[in-house]
Each structure stands twice: as structure tokens, then as C-alpha cells.
């Protein structure tokens, strides 16, 4: 005579079914699986340099996106006095790649030279990626 399975690890093989479904349909629908698949950049700011000259100040940063996505850099600050964040045309860096980037704060910019100060490089992805810079 041919038996099925119990009906105790029937219902627990069920229940496991559907806590894995429930899962992935909140996993879905929360993004979670999109967000762990999706290549991201991943910017380091390998080389600055900070150059006051009359009223002007001038940055170059070598930047280097280290990730798997593009990144379009928006805008960079520094944290000195009357040192606005300036904003940039979108300046792209592929994955793998480095780029100088170079900056002119013009707007009563005043930095010391010798002291140190954080440059922040801001992205279009919402990144922030912060560094510390002498005045030269």
C-alpha cells in the first residue's frame, strides 16, 4: 500500500516555502536584491594640491573611481572661510579610471599657508568623499 508524506512534514515544508517567498517578495519590493547586484563608484582622492594666489584659490585633486559605476562629480568645498562649495560641470570618471579635477574658489577665499583644511568632492550618485589638504 503506497503512503504520501506526513502531514506534520508537509505543513513544515509549506511553511518553509512561503517564509522564502515572503522574503524575496519584500526583498523585491524594498530593493535590497537591486542594491546588492548594482555596481557602485567608489572614488579615493589619491593626490592635492592647494594654491592661494591673490584673492584666488586654486585645487587639483587626482581622483580615482576604484568602483564599477560612473561617477559624475557635482560640486567640492573646503572648509576654510568664505570658501563656498563650487560647483562644477559634471566631470565624469569612468570605473578604473583617474582624472585631475581643478578648482577655483575666486570668492574672498582666505586660507592660511601651512594649515591644513578638508576638501569634500560631492557626486551626482549622492557620494561624499572627504580629504585633507595643506596650503601651499
Known amino acids: 500500500m503506497a503512503r504520501g508524506i506526513e502531514p506534520v512534514i508537509a505543513a513544515v515544508i509549506l511553511i518553509a516555502i512561503a517564509v522564502v517567498v515572503a522574503i524575496a517578495v519584500i526583498g523585491w519590493i524594498m530593493g535590497l536584491w537591486g542594491a546588492v547586484t548594482t555596481p557602485r563608484e567608489q572614488l579615493s582622492v589619491t593626490g592635492v594640491s592647494l594654491t592661494t594666489t591673490s584673492g584666488a584659490v586654486q585645487l ?33 570618471i ?35 568623499y572627504p580629504t585633507v589638504v595643506r596650503a601651499t
Open 60 to 92: 587639483k585633486l587626482i581622483v580615482v573611481n576604484s568602483g564599477g559605476a560612473l561617477a559624475n562629480i557635482t560640486s567640492v568645498s573646503i572648509n576654510g572661510p568664505n570658501c563656498a562649495t563650487t560647483n562644477t560641470t559634471y566631470i565624469e
Open 94 to 128: 569612468g570605473p578604473g579610471e583617474s582624472r585631475e579635477v581643478t578648482v577655483i574658489f575666486t570668492t574672498n577665499c582666505i586660507l592660511v599657508t601651512g594649515s591644513m583644511y578638508s576638501v569634500t568632492v560631492y557626486t551626482k550618485a549622492g557620494g561624499a
